[in-house]
């Protein structure tokens, strides 16, 4: 059986904290506040990947109020999450997803990006898309107060 799965999150900007998205880090003069490294983007792809399988979200399996999450590696947690779709029987098929921000520029990033988040899954790159856009200066993302990043995936049971 084939399932889709759709995540999303967001994150602002915060001083002294390293931009972290897709397991890459960004040099950017701001990172995002979260309670772990707050990666806008593995957190996308987490929360579409449990819902394909309907097995809750990020919040449910690494809760914000759990202090051995402060500062995890979401790349970590992505690998945890694959663990537990295949602990219930799915594989993945593919992960589509995008980035939005106005700055800083990722183009540069994105097939280091594309690897991580493979070598986490126990993927393929073939089998991992990520792109990037802004949103030409509108809304929170465009007055640079944060980033935010969908991703879909399919899972095959």
């Known amino acids: 059986m084939i399932r889709i799965g759709h995540g999303y ?3 602002r900007f915060a001083e002294n904290r390293k931009l972290i998205l ?3 880090e960004i040099p950017y003069e701001y990172g995002l506040l979260g309670h772990s490294d707050a990666d806008v983007l593995a957190h996308a792809i ?3 990947l449990l819902g394909a399988a309907a097995l809750g979200d990020i919040g449910q399996h690494f ?3 759990d202090e051995m999450y402060s500062g995890a590696d979401s790349m970590l947690l992505l ?6 779709l295949s602990e219930n029987g799915y594989s993945i098929g593919n992960i589509d997803s995008t980035v ?3 700055k800083p520029k990722l183009k540069d990033y994105i097939v280091n990006m594309r690897q991580t988040i493979a070598e986490s899954c126990g993927i393929d790159i073939s089998q991992v898309s990520v792109k990037a856009t802004t949103e030409e200066k509108l809304g929170f ?3 640079l107060e944060g980033i935010s990043a969908h ?3 399919v899972i095959n049971s």
């Open 141 to 143: 993302t465009g007055r």
């Open 63 to 65: 809760p914000d109020t």
């Open 79 to 84: 690998r945890e999450v694959c663990g537990i």
């Open 22 to 24: 897709g397991g890459v």
């Open 46 to 48: 987490m929360d579409a």
């Open 9 to 11: 999150d967001v994150h």
């Open 151 to 153: 991703a879909v995936c």
């Open 100 to 102: 939005i921000a106005q």
